[in-house]
Structures are given as structure tokens and as C-alpha cells.
């Protein structure tokens, strides 16, 4: 078992440009969230698929930040013109099912840093 | 909306000396309440969690109660270790099916020989 694999695990962009960051999942887990880590908000709950169905959006900045899943092996959170206020650490976690009690084993996370 | 609270940002002991990291909630739906520790440059990694009134759940020393009267899971160990240094997170899911994790602000534990 992998774990969560996030890729890259470091991203530097400039101002005004594009990053996608990458996140695969426990194979078998169906739940799939994503968050997000700065040293002033702490850690944020951002979006959450089901069984590949985006299921609650309602931490997503409604501007310039999307997320998909495409298949049941990656989800994306895309990240339109960059500002240096997107600068953090974002965290993808999966679970065997979507729900409270399940526990949810998060990635090693993907820093990125925009100048 | 939901709220987890972390009363204490630092918390700095000597190993062997015991310690509780403060968290309280509120919630309008049944609560799961979790702690989530994470070491310098890793992951948060699951240490505890409760749904149970008045009962004590334990893993790696660390202990917590959930009591529903007084919205609180406080997480406790009689002995702290160098290798407990780390930030402690409290969170709470409400008792739907989203699953989604509400985060209190974290507590730093450095342990000192």
C-alpha cells in the first residue's frame, strides 16, 4: 500500500500563472478530499469527491480554484492565475468510503510557493 | 457552522511529565471528533477518534474522552517521549455523510530531554 501519492511534492510559479496539482489515491478508497495547510488559517477543508462525483465544493474559493476526478485513480485541484496568497501546503486525504467515521489518510501533501 | 477550538498553540514539557491538549467544539449535528498529529514534514496521521459519549478511547499512550455536556476531547498521555514532539490537531466531522473535516488551529508539542 502507497498511500497517497500527491505529486509534485514542491511547486514554484509566478504570479498570474497556472498550477495543477496531482493526487492519487489508496486504490479501493472512494472518498476522495482535499485541503488546504498555511501557517495563518491552518488547515482547510477545500472540496470532496464520492465515487468520482463531486459531492461538497464549499471550502473552494469561488475564483480561479477547480477541482476534478476524472477516474477513480486521480483527482487534480487546478489553481488559475496564482496569486502569493495561494502559497501553502495543499493536502489531498482518501477514505474507503465517504462518511464521519472513516478514518482519512492524508498524502504528503504539495508545497507551493508563488513568487 | 462547525468550530474546533485549541486552546493552547505551544505547549513545551520535559519528558516523563504528563500533558492534555485542550479542544472543544460545537456543532449542531452528532459529532466525530478526532485527533490527527503530524510530524515535522509529514502527513497528518490519525491518533484517535471518538463518537461515543463518556467513552475513553486509546492508541500510542495517548487517550481522549468525548463528553457530549461539555462539547470537549481533550487529549491526554501520563508520559510524554521525545518522539511526541509534534502538532496536534483537533478536528471534528458532523454526523452526516459528507465526512469532511473541520480543524482547530493546532498544538505545537515540543518535548524537551
Known amino acids: 500500500n502507497a498511500g497517497v501519492i500527491q505529486t509534485p511534492r514542491h511547486k514554484v510559479t509566478g504570479k498570474g500563472q497556472e498550477a495543477t496539482l496531482w493526487c492519487e489515491p489508496i486504490s479501493g478508497h472512494s472518498a476522495v478530499f482535499w485541503y488546504r495547510q498555511t501557517i495563518v488559517q491552518g488547515l482547510e477543508f477545500l472540496t470532496y469527491f464520492r465515487n468520482q462525483a463531486p459531492i461538497d465544493d464549499s471550502g473552494m474559493p469561488k475564483e480561479r480554484f477547480s477541482a476534478q476526478m476524472p477516474n477513480q485513480s486521480h483527482s487534480t485541484l487546478k489553481i488559475q492565475s496564482t496569486q502569493p496568497q495561494d502559497s501553502a501546503v495543499y493536502l489531498c486525504?482518501?477514505?474507503?468510503?465517504?462518511?464521519?467515521?472513516?478514518?482519512?489518510?492524508f498524502g504528503p501533501g504539495t508545497r507551493l510557493t508563488v513568487l | 457552522g462547525d468550530s474546533v477550538t485549541q486552546t493552547e498553540g505551544l505547549v513545551t514539557l520535559t519528558k516523563g511529565l504528563p500533558v492534555m491538549l485542550n479542544c472543544t467544539y460545537q456543532?449542531?449535528?452528532?459529532?466525530?471528533l478526532f485527533w490527527y498529529v503530524q510530524h515535522l514534514n509529514e502527513a497528518p496521521k490519525l491518533l484517535l477518534k471518538s463518537s461515543t459519549d463518556n467513552k475513553r478511547t486509546e492508541h500510542q499512550g495517548f487517550y481522549a474522552t468525548l463528553h457530549k455536556s461539555s462539547s470537549s476531547f481533550h487529549l491526554q498521555k501520563s508520559s510524554v517521549q521525545l518522539s511526541d514532539s509534534a502538532l496536534y490537531f483537533c478536528a471534528l466531522s458532523e454526523g452526516t455523510n459528507t465526512g469532511k473535516l473541520t480543524f482547530g488551529d493546532g498544538t505545537v508539542l515540543t518535548v524537551k530531554p
Open positions: 456543532t449542531t449535528y452528532s459529532p466525530f
Open positions: 486525504a482518501s477514505s474507503l468510503v465517504g462518511g464521519s467515521s472513516y478514518e482519512q489518510y
